[in-house]
């Protein structure tokens, strides 16, 4: 217990009469955790937002206008018992006239102009999580296009392909920069060790003469090293939070809203591009 | 004690001790001396096994160092005392923590450390200056701290290197007595030093080295 208590304080102790050294451990340390941990909610961030923009994937099934009510009931059924189909969804004409007329009011004079209700029935079928890839939505898309009742299937294929495409390549660029940060931060943390040691190399050179065990010697240092990096990881975020609340969302401040260049495809939203919306 | 046979040692292919046999009795003094770059110093490297010789073996208490492990060194260390011509104090911590460090290195507990090392400090005359920090101290008194620090744990053998080579004739004086008086409660001491008026002062065994070789090993004609 007092071995216990000896090396503890000879640690506390170490670190306030060496105050530069500690200085410079704790900043390089702090700056350290705070570029990984930057990195890290960065890449952690854009990785949900794609993901979550995977999850919106719907296909919209148009409808025959001769098709019954009670057709619509069987091939919903049929549909809904495809494991690809998570959900589905039936818009009437009705409402399909009715949700144009709340979205573009201004073009009452069109629809009267054209008389009959022009709008097709559609069902929109929510894609199951496993499903998700662009070879067994085509698949899907395939089977629902085969269906008699169908007269179109509208899904955005490029859109499934795009997000593929960008969610394996920030899979190969997030691992890049984060073996060249880590690695980084070890050599630097590493250096830091040694550099802290050199300073106390006649110190040690003592204790070994005194007849100081190699765990007697290394253990205030370990202790040491301990309570610097957790201040160090502390601070850093403390950091990394001060840096978050300095704009609504610290992970996407100042970074576009996904684009969407041939038009917003169907279920994608501007919601779920950062966690800190989800959360 | 102490036992050399045949001890060899280079450094970067620079020959510091050749051949070099002689045994120190238990309870001995004995003044290690010659001119510098002589041994001196690299002799008692090798019996507190900083180092380890090239060739030939060396026995400390009938133990052969080949044969200790880098484990058990700082357990053959205890056993020993050193001082040095610079002291080696440790400048951040006061008189009483530098001796009390050599005990605690050793696990005596706190209330038998604290009463061993004020004795011993007061034994050399500093007892006033227990909460004194190192830097603070004349150099006589840094060395008598130095020695208090050897000699707290009762080592069986006192190794020390030039302990007087910063020291003025009186102050050395004072030192070499109480190196005496460890010697005389039973501790075997090897002193290295080119100051001859040491050796004048008390006349013991003297093993001179030159060029890395014993030149001469006897008790000096009155």
Redesign the interface.
Known sequence: MTRLRYLLHEAVDNIKSNRTTTFVALATTTFTMLAMGVFLLLYLNVQEALGSLREEIKVIVYLRDAVSSQAVARVRAEIGRDPAVAGIEYVSREQALAAFRVQFPSEERLLSGLGDNPFPASLVIKVSPTYRSSEQVRELVQKLNALSETEEVLYSQDWIENVAVALRSLKVLGLGIGAVLAASMVTILANTIRLTLHARRDEIEIMKLIGATTAFIKTPFVLEGALLGGAGALCSLEARARFARSSSCGACSGWPRPSWPSGRPSGASDAGWCSCQTA | MIELYHVCKAYNGWPALHDVSFKIDKGEFVFLTGPSGAGKTTLLRLI?RADAPDEGQILVNDRNLLHVRE?EV?????M?G?VFQDF???P?KTVYENVA??L????V??GVLRVRVAETLGAVGLGHKLDAMPTTLSAGEQQRVCLA?ALVNDPQILLADEPTGNLDADLSGEILELMKSANARGTTVVLATHNRELLKRWRRRVVRLEQGRVAEDGYPEA
């Open positions: 507190f484990s700082p357990y053959l260390r205890r020993m050193f080696r104090l440790l951040k460090l050599a605690k290195v050793s696990g507990p706190e620090r």
